[in-house]
């Protein structure tokens, strides 16, 4: 069955510190690949997507994800977090024309 | 409309009672997504729209919980006899066609049960 696991449900970083939110998914062919931010009261914004070509893709806010087709995974990552980056991460994917599926989210909270 | 606008962003109702929860989608955007957020989980799929039809509504969790589309655009979820536990936020999302293109989200309606 097709899923998609983001094994932390939180993380806690300093400002500064470098970040990486992991995502795995369960499919058979290449999905299409998302992460999504969820300011608390907001909905969820598009952070970066996959869908070919180059597999290190860059996304708005300084972050960028890896798709790495060996491992499944599509890990999220930051070289240095800001204050306002806590927030609820989701990594989700896209199968077939329409069907998305998220993951549990990550929940990321930054120390001053 | 700029971005997809769903309201009431809150709504308060007691158990028992039917609620009606519209969205807004990006104009023209052919799909339509409901999604179910209960605290603490991930996003539950609710319904799926192409146009007017719902082609996939296998997320509805209940005979009690129904969606509409007009038009191509606006969406109305109605729960009906509500329950405490369909207590949530209920977002909604719009994609344009073709297969590579994201779902813009909006806001969401927080749903209390009371």
Do not use: M
């Amino acid at each position: 069955a097709q899923s998609v696991t983001q094994p932390d449900i939180h993380i806690t970083v300093s400002e500064g510190a470098s970040l990486e939110l992991r995502c795995n998914y369960s499919y058979g062919a290449t999905p299409y690949l998302f992460w999504y931010v969820q300011s608390p009261g907001q909905g969820l914004q598009l952070l970066l997507k996959y869908f070919s070509g180059d597999t290190l893709v860059q996304g708005i806010k300084g972050f960028e994800a890896e798709f790495k087709r060996s491992q499944s995974s599509f890990n999220l990552r930051k070289p240095s977090v800001h204050w306002s980056d806590a927030a609820e991460y989701f990594c989700a994917v896209g199968l077939g024309t329409y069907k998305y599926i998220f993951g549990t989210g990550t929940r990321l909270k930054v120390l001053a | 409309g700029a971005g997809v606008s769903q309201s009431p962003s809150n709504k308060v109702t007691e158990k028992g009672k039917d609620v009606e929860l519209r969205c807004d989608p990006i104009s023209g955007h052919t799909a339509l997504y409901w999604y179910r957020q209960s605290l603490g989980q991930g996003l539950e799929f609710l319904i799926y729209f192409q146009g007017n039809s719902a082609p996939d509504k296998s997320g509805l969790p209940s005979d009690r919980f129904s969606a509409e589309r007009t038009g191509g655009s606006v969406s109305t979820l109605t729960i009906q006899r509500t329950q405490q536990e369909d207590s949530a936020v209920y977002l909604c999302a719009s994609r344009d066609r073709g297969l590579n293109t994201e779902a813009f989200f909006g806001q969401g309606t927080r749903l209390t049960v009371v």
